[in-house]
């Protein structure tokens, strides 16, 4: 196997993803043209310092100091999503309260729809979604979605 993406893999299956009590902050930005929701996320982090994206906990910072919020790592997109969907949901298992979401337009093959959001609603710790409760937020999201695709 590749040895950039062993020692991410176990980055990210043991480094510390954890976030305070209602400080997680998610994004989507997979197969989008722009990264407006990441750029809005990390606003929103740099105005609430309880909060916290992945790339604020030990395991992200390590992830990014390898070279794994770039598009020239070495590695293809699938093994980069791999290691990023192993890590947040080791996150999203772990994280707890109100969870606050910048994910417009979010792809239905991104990190988000496939790992995240379905380890939010799992996770009986997590309530709600950028303050509607995780289930009304999840069909909205996804009727917004079934509608887009038509």
Do not use: H
Request: a positive charge; one cysteine or more.
């Amino acid at each position: 196997m590749n040895k950039l993406f062993d020692e991410a893999m176990i980055i990210a299956k043991t480094f510390d993803v954890s976030t305070p009590k209602n400080g997680l902050v998610l994004y989507s930005i997979s197969f989008l043209p722009t990264k407006e929701n990441r750029d809005k996320a990390f606003a929103f982090v740099n105005e609430n310092k309880e909060s916290k994206t992945i790339e604020n906990t030990p395991c992200g910072k390590k992830l990014v100091e390898l070279g794994f919020a770039c598009a020239n790592i070495s590695l293809n997109k699938d093994m980069v999503a791999e290691v990023w969907s192993v890590a947040s949901e080791r996150m999203i298992k772990n994280a707890k309260g109100n969870v606050r979401a910048f994910v417009d337009g979010a792809d239905p093959r991104s990190v988000f729809c496939r790992v995240e959001l379905p380890n939010i609603l799992a996770n009986e710790n997590i309530i709600t979604i950028n303050g509607i409760d995780k289930n009304e937020f999840a069909k909205k999201f996804l009727q917004t979605k079934t509608k887009e695709e038509m």
